[in-house]
């Protein structure tokens, strides 16, 4: 078991690598795609990479969950066996719509998967919020303090996801302005843009930063 725990620990510690620097690539990406005077169809091939790129960090948050589980259940937290075989389910079923989302294009009901994905990132908001009130009000848990402090940090990284990717769709409005013809109403579309997904990433960071640190120091 102690040598299956390092393994999940390795994992998990890899996750959190590609999920930042695959995040940072999306970020630096996103900034050249927002440049003043790029043509729309260099804007989209930009996009096109962006977007292969940010295929990356998805997968990652996808695969953290049930790695983290898996090792709060071995660490020794309260958790019913059966609950986290059925994360790694839900989690890998989730990876493999991102994957048909991603690369489905016209051959996948996309429209009908991406409300899917929004429905299953509100479920999980909800269930890791629920899990931090419910083990908090109890008057003896046995769940320490820092994992419903990590539990209540992911809530607000999946909140902070969702509003990154309301800001991520305004691309297409700058794009149909393009394509009328308003060149300066496009630029001041993406600049805003770019101003709130930078505020929004910088959050994302932190957010992610502090379930690091709350999982390896443990302070309280």
Known sequence: MSASYEWLRFT????????????????????????????????????????????????????????????????????????????????????????????????????????????????????FSWLAWWQWQLPESRVPDWLLMKFVVVAAIVVDGMVLRVYSGQWRLAIERFAAGDQAGGERLLKVRRRKAAITALIMWALVACAAFLGVAKPF
């Open 12 to 127: 998990h510690v890899l996750l959190f690598a590609y999920w930042l620097g695959a995040d940072l690539g999306v970020f630096l990406a996103g900034g050249v795609m927002s440049r003043p005077g790029l043509a729309v169809a260099e804007r989209n091939r930009i996009r096109s990479l962006l977007m292969d790129i940010d295929l990356a960090p998805r997968i990652a948050l996808l695969s953290i969950i049930p790695v983290g589980f898996q090792m709060a259940l071995w660490w020794g937290a309260p958790l019913p066996p059966v609950v986290v075989d059925v994360i790694w389910v839900l989690s890998l079923a989730w990876v493999v719509m991102a994957l048909v989302i991603h690369f489905g294009h016209a051959r996948a009901p996309i429209g009908v998967l991406l409300r899917v994905d929004l429905v299953c990132r509100v479920a999980m908001l909800a269930g």
